[in-house]
Nanobody, 119 residues
């Protein structure tokens, strides 16, 4: 089992920055994927950014050049640095990890942290 604890959400003015962090604990120590999704009111949950154990990263087109996903040195943490925020970035942000447990793929989600960007 994996537990994910997110920190760093809040209220910020447009053009500002926030940094989200997610710490994973439990019986799994290596994750193939660590990243972030978000869900705005009335919209589906969407991928924001993900970091792969290969070293590659994926970003939603809407955040490329503004957001940066990174893993901590302890390898059980993932961060999302969000710069030049806009009101369209307002959403609940969810930490996500994915991994192979033997031959089975597993996904875990955090409880979500609210990010609100005022205009």
């Amino acid at each position: 089992q994996v537990q994910l604890v997110e920190l760093g959400g809040g209220l910020v003015q447009a053009g500002g920055s926030l940094r989200l962090s997610c710490a994973a604990s439990g019986s799994i120590f290596s994750f193939n994927i660590m990243g972030w999704y978000r869900q705005a009111p009335g919209k589906q949950r969407e991928l924001v950014a993900s970091s792969h154990s290969s070293g590659s990263s994926d970003y939603a087109d809407s955040v490329k050049g503004r957001f940066t996903v990174s893993r901590g040195n302890a390898r059980n943490t993932v961060y999302l640095q969000m710069d030049r925020l806009t009101p369209e970035d307002t959403a609940v942000y969810y930490c996500h990890v994915g991994f192979l447990d033997g031959s089975r793929w597993s996904d875990y989600w955090g409880q979500g942290t609210q990010v609100t960007v005022s205009s």
